[in-house]
């Protein structure tokens, strides 16, 4: 699987490099700087990007931009965005073309290779990757409002968990109950928020997120 | 015709206003201007002392009140000079003291005093003039009506007019039009006349508005470097016992795992998995310093895309309006967020609303904010309070606040903050 990655800091540029290796993914470039990971995204069709939101030169949200045009180039570009700060704010942005494939993370959570490594598979693989901080914020906003359509706290679990994009199969072994458990409460979830029932997984996520970024 | 008489109903309006000010002067002005001058030829007998700040209140008082009439009558803008009184100033009778001698010593004191000498003569005169050139042509217009007839025998002057029969009567009618036409043209500009008189005398000279100018930056500057201190003796505790902390024990344990990896690579691991773990709060520690220092957001988005994120992340739902063509400087847009962020914070906790509006807007030089909630009011700018926080942050910057809430609510924080976009 081919990547191309953007981030300035060499150390951390550098640590992803020898990590996404370790994990047999092919670096096609790491670049440093935004009009350089423009051009590679154009020029060298990745399988996925993982880009870093702040980038030189202007050392703004340049990574982010550098990535939401070349998705609305290629619509449906894999995109592992990484920051030190989630907003909602990007993550809608990121969201907004539905077209799924898209990651949001924080940067911590390359100090758990394995969970990383799932994370940007499963966006490389046109799901998504939602970071539980993000996912969090808008369960507090949702919960002074509504109770959430009555969900029990079983629910809510594999909700969250379901909206940072995981599988049946990974929300099944980290809360350690069966795949077809974890069926069960996502179909009485969807029941619940009245949500249209849906056997792709990214739509399932996506119309998730959708619910719970509404209000 | 609608002009025309658009132009005389404002006329009309200028004499009962001139009416309104000539008694002020008479009563207000005249009144004010004994009391404080018997007041303070008292002084050495003490009693002036207790009863000079009271009168010198009272006279500001009035003083004030022709200044909000000047602009709202004639937009004639009057800057208001008082120096502010410390607010420590002792109690009791030494307060009052000192309270004396602080108002004796300003300069716009004495100034009031000269202006209410001005505002009974001249300024009486002016605003009773506008009054008159509308109310003397009523006579003239009774004169002709018939009221002549009391005068057949006993010549009356109406103006330079004799009247004493029906002829002379119209006469009299015809000069009370002529004064009354005059009244149209002028009555306004007399009471304009008049403010201007008092601007003459109550407005500060150019040095004296300039010592103004340098208490208040005096004051601003104070408060701006206490507020950077304390900001960094807080960012300097956070890291002592946040980050620094975790970092020390994160370097102790990698230190015993080296010890210990061959002896014991169970406890190895675990200790490990807790130097991770102190390395990820670590980094939780500084994500949220960062953000109370700047927040990434603004950095990276500017003030329209930060309050968004802020918004976001209310508990209440919050809807953001911005129109902003540029960017504000990074000091200004800093100052901004930090005063909407307070603001919102408050309007969360406190007002128990559950809608906000934010309102961004660049119009006259100035950024403009409001924060409204639909909560309950009530919120007042007191000391310690937050909004008294935002009040001293806009401070620097030459920003002001202010606050409408009555009980009941809406609340709503209205900002300005003068600078240009780029």
Redesign the interface.
């Given at each position: 699987m081919r990547v191309v990655l953007a981030e300035d800091l060499f150390l951390l540029r550098d640590g992803l490099v020898r990590m996404l290796e370790a994990y047999d993914f092919e670096i096609a470039a790491a670049v440093e700087t935004g009009p350089e990971l423009t051009r590679a995204l154009a020029e060298l069709e990745p399988d996925v990007a993982v880009v870093d939101v702040r980038l030189p030169p202007s050392h703004s949200d340049e990574g982010l931009q550098c990535a939401l045009a070349a998705r609305r180039a290629r619509p449906g570009l894999p995109v592992l965005v990484l920051s030190q700060h989630v907003e909602q704010l990007y993550a809608r942005e990121l969201l907004a073309d539905g077209n799924g494939g898209i990651g949001y993370l924080l940067k911590d959570r390359v100090f758990d290779a394995d969970q990383f490594i799932d994370a940007v598979r499963r966006v490389a693989a046109g799901g998504t990757a939602m970071d539980p901080q993000v996912i969090s914020q808008l369960l507090t906003r949702r919960s002074q409002d509504k109770p959430m359509g009555g969900l029990t706290p079983r629910e809510r679990e594999v909700m969250e968990l379901m909206a940072q994009g995981r599988s049946n199969a990974a929300i099944a072994s980290q809360m350690v109950i069966t795949e077809r458990a974890v069926a069960k409460h996502t179909s009485n979830i969807f029941g619940k928020l009245s949500l249209p029932p849906s056997d792709d997984d990214n739509r399932r996520v996506l119309a998730v997120l959708a619910y719970l970024d509404r209000g | 015709m609608d002009a025309k008489r658009g132009r005389i109903g404002s006329a009309l309006l200028a004499a009962g206003r001139g009416l309104v000010l000539s008694f002020a002067a008479i009563a207000g002005s005249c009144t004010l201007f004994v009391l404080a001058l018997v007041s303070i030829v008292m002084i050495p007998l003490g009693i002036g002392l207790v009863t000079t700040p009271y009168i010198l209140q009272a006279v500001r008082k009035h003083a004030n009140q022709r200044r909000l009439l000047a602009v709202t009558w004639s937009d004639v803008r009057i800057p208001v000079p008082y120096r502010p009184l410390p607010k420590d100033v002792r109690s009791g009778f030494t307060g009052q003291v000192e309270r004396t001698t602080l108002m004796l010593k300003d300069p716009a004191t004495w100034r009031d005093m000269r202006w209410m000498v001005v505002d009974m003569t001249a300024g009486y005169v002016v605003a009773v003039l506008a009054a008159a050139l509308m109310v003397y042509p009523v006579e003239g217009f009774v004169l002709a009506a018939g009221l002549w007839r009391v005068f057949r025998d006993d010549q009356y002057w109406y103006g330079f007019v004799p009247v004493d029969s029906q002829a002379t009567g119209l006469a009299a009618a015809a000069l009370g039009a002529a004064v009354f036409a005059l009244g149209v043209l002028v009555s306004e500009r007399l009471l304009r006349a008049h403010f201007v008189l008092a601007r003459s005398v109550l407005a500060p000279t150019q040095e004296q508005e300039l010592a103004l100018r340098i208490d208040r930056l005096t004051e601003t500057r104070h408060e701006a470097v206490d507020t950077a201190a304390s900001e960094l003796r807080r960012i300097e505790r956070d890291l002592h016992d946040g980050a620094q902390a975790r970092l020390v024990a994160m370097g102790m344990n990698l230190g015993t795992v080296e010890a210990l990896i061959e002896k014991d690579p169970a406890q190895a691991k675990q200790l490990l998995a807790m130097a991770?773990e102190s390395?990820?709060e670590a980094?939780?520690e500084l994500?949220d310093l960062?953000?109370g220092i700047h927040p990434?957001?603004l950095?990276?988005?500017g003030l329209g895309?930060a309050v968004?994120?802020l918004a976001?992340?209310?508990?209440?739902?919050c809807d953001v309006d911005v129109e902003l063509t540029g960017r504000a400087d990074a000091p200004v847009e800093s100052a901004a967020y930090f005063a909407v962020s307070e603001a919102l914070t408050n309007a969360a906790k406190h007002s128990g609303a559950?809608r906000i509006w934010v309102d961004l807007r660049h119009g006259e030089g100035a950024l403009k904010v409001s924060v409204t909630d639909n909560g309950r009011g009530g919120a007042s700018v007191g000391a310690g309070s937050g909004l008294s926080g935002i009040e001293r942050r806009l401070g620097t910057f030459d920003g002001i606040m202010a606050v409408s809430s009555p009980a009941g609510g809406p609340t709503m924080v209205t900002m300005e903050i003068p600078c240009e976009l780029s």
């Open positions: - | 991770r390395s990820a980094l939780t994500r960062v953000r990434p957001v950095a990276e988005r895309d968004k994120a976001l992340r209310l508990p209440i739902p559950d």
